[in-house]
């Protein structure tokens, strides 16, 4: 992930995590959460059946704040994003989210709230799952 040209959150093999906050979330949803980011078997075994986790595979895991996955696209051709956090709720989840991420998982990257970020993916498989609290 690049922010002006500087490299800031880097992971090779792992999970890019797009971070949505609206306003219903709260603190009490983010250990839940945090539990099924890292325990969530999605990673290939021996036999490429998705049985690992990120903690099996000792993967990255790349946090990046994404207020737009909060958009109601379901009237016109403009998104609404009437039901994100307001920024400073939002970033003060995301920062709980991320310090409890790292207390969880050694491998653990950012992005910079609010920041004009560049991220570059490569989406293998492609595998993208939606978790929600």
Known sequence: MVIDDDTVGQISRGILLLL???KHDGVGNIDKMVGKVLSY???PDANDQMNLCLKDVDGGLL?????TLAANTNKGLRPSFSAAAPPDVAERLYDEFVRRARAAHRAVETG??????????VNDGPVTFLLQA
């Open 20 to 22: 949505g906050v609206e």
């Open 41 to 43: 078997r999605i990673f």
């Open 63 to 67: 946090i990046v704040s994404q207020f």
């Open 112 to 121: 910079r709230f609010g920041a004009d970020m560049k991220v570059h993916l």
